[in-house]
């Protein structure tokens, strides 16, 4: 196998793993709340690559009440390519309950998912450029929480929360303008259905392939015709595709309120490029729940 570096984000931390390591490692911890001292954090979800750095979303509350339950900002963070040196670059308020992160150049696209938007910031002048707003309502809607760009295309994936098939919106990013404050993904959107398919997260190229992940199904779908690819067990959430294989998150299948507790325990799993078998389990011990994934050879 050739090697390569897993980042991994969790409700607890930031990990890394690579080969011949006894345990993924903790690269940030999330900072706990002390009531009516410090809010702390809500986990880190997001993760991308940028300018040789590896970029974290933390979900925040910065100016919110003392016992919020869920995150209303985001603190970017940067590492380098090692795991080392965490430290914060930015803060971005009103980006509610973010999930899945993308970095295209200079632009970072933040699925706002408690505002059914998809917010454009750049990396370079920090500022937030634009809005993507998906439908008429600034309320969770469609539960957006995947985001990837490819070849000049931007992929929005819309959970719908179980009440119906899952979409993913195929933009152009020649078709958005990032010098209004506000675009329309409808307008100019394609979509496609997940037939079948509730709860997905990710959105994810694996060879020729468009894959997902479903979590409440705890298997690997191919998007498009609707096919499962492997059932890893569980709760799965995290997919990212390599030349060894296909790394998959998993986590305890538990309810809402008790996924990220600190006693939970996630794993990873590497997958042949084909799904045909499992080559690797890796635990993610008191790591809460699995959120995403970033491989760097």
């Known amino acids: 196998m050739k090697p390569e570096k897993i980042f991994i984000t969790t409700s607890q931390g930031v990990y890394l793993y690579s ?16 009531p ?11 993760i991308a690559s940028w300018n040789n750095q590896v970029i974290v979303a933390s979900r925040e509350n910065f100016s919110r009440q003392q016992f919020a339950k869920h995150s209303e900002d985001v603190q970017l963070y940067r590492f380098d390519n090692s795991g080392q040196n965490p430290r914060p670059i930015t803060k971005i308020q009103g980006v509610a309950d973010v999930h899945q992160i993308a970095i295209d150049g200079d632009l970072c696209f933040l699925t706002d998912t408690g505002h059914n938007q998809v917010t454009v910031y ?14 008429a309502e600034r309320e969770d809607v469609n539960h957006i929480n995947a985001v990837t760009v490819d070849k000049g295309t931007l992929y929005i994936g819309l959970n719908n929360r179980g009440k119906q098939d899952a979409q993913v919106l195929s933009i152009s990013m020649s078709k958005l303008d990032f010098d209004k404050p506000m675009n329309q993904a409808y307008a100019v959107a394609e979509i496609l259905t997940l037939k079948e398919l509730m709860h997905t997260h990710d959105f994810e190229k694996v060879g020729d392939d468009w894959v997902v992940s479903a979590s409440h199904q705890g298997a690997v779908y191919r998007a498009q015709p609707t096919e499962m690819l492997c059932e890893p067990g569980k709760w799965v959430r995290g997919i990212a595709a390599s030349e060894n294989g296909v790394w998959v998150g998993i986590s305890e299948l538990l309810d809402r ?34 959120n995403d994934l970033l491989i760097l050879s």
């Open 19 to 34: 080969d011949g390591m006894e345990a993924p490692q903790v690269c940030l911890k999330r900072e706990k709340r002390i």
């Open 36 to 46: 009516f001292f410090k809010k702390g954090g809500f986990g880190f979800f997001g």
């Open 122 to 135: 750049d990396m370079k002048t920090n500022k937030v450029l634009s809005q993507i707003e998906v439908g």
């Open 257 to 290: 309120k008790n996924r990220h507790r600190e006693d939970v325990d996630g794993a990873l799993a590497l997958w042949t490029s084909d799904f045909s078998s499992e080559l690797n389990r890796v635990a993610l011990q008191s790591a809460g729940q699995v």
